[in-house]
Nanobody, 125 residues
Framework: QVQVVESGGGLVETGGSLRLSCTTSGLTFDDYAMGWFRQAPGKEREGVSAISWSGNNTFYKHSVKGRFTISRNNADNTMHLHMTTLKVEDTAMYYC??????????????????WGQGTQVIVSS
């Protein structure tokens, strides 16, 4: 049984930083591209960032480029999203997702077959 588990969310002030983590079990981690999505109250879930199985290719939503950094460690089946200079508009539930396909369509939820339950990020003004 595949499990995807996020951690690291919390409450932070504007301009602060958080590091989200994602761990998986039940799948061969380095066969999967990984992604982060987020969903704010009343809004659609959106792709934030993705990373190829090797870690050599990374992708970012325009509004987080330069502030967020995605990384992965295939040795311990973990992925991270380091978020800096956080803004109120980054407030959302953040979800980790795994895809057995390529990252080309990373912005689409349909690309990812396995999802975590989410970790809440709240950025206060």
């Amino acid at each position: 049984q595949v499990q995807v588990v996020e951690s690291g969310g919390g409450l932070v002030e504007t301009g602060g930083s958080l590091r989200l983590s994602c761990t998986t079990s039940g799948l061969t981690f380095d066969d999967y591209a990984m992604g982060w999505f987020r969903q704010a109250p009343g809004k659609e879930r959106e792709g934030v960032s993705a990373i190829s199985w090797s870690g050599n290719n990374t992708f970012y939503k325009h509004s987080v480029k330069g502030r967020f950094t995605i990384s992965r460690n295939n040795a311990d089946n973990t992925m991270h999203l380091h978020m800096t200079t956080l803004k109120v508009e980054d407030t959302a539930m953040y979800y980790c997702a795994a895809s057995s396909g390529a990252c080309g369509t990373w912005r689409s939820q349909m690309t990812f077959g396995y999802w975590g339950q989410g970790t809440q990020v709240i950025v206060s003004s």
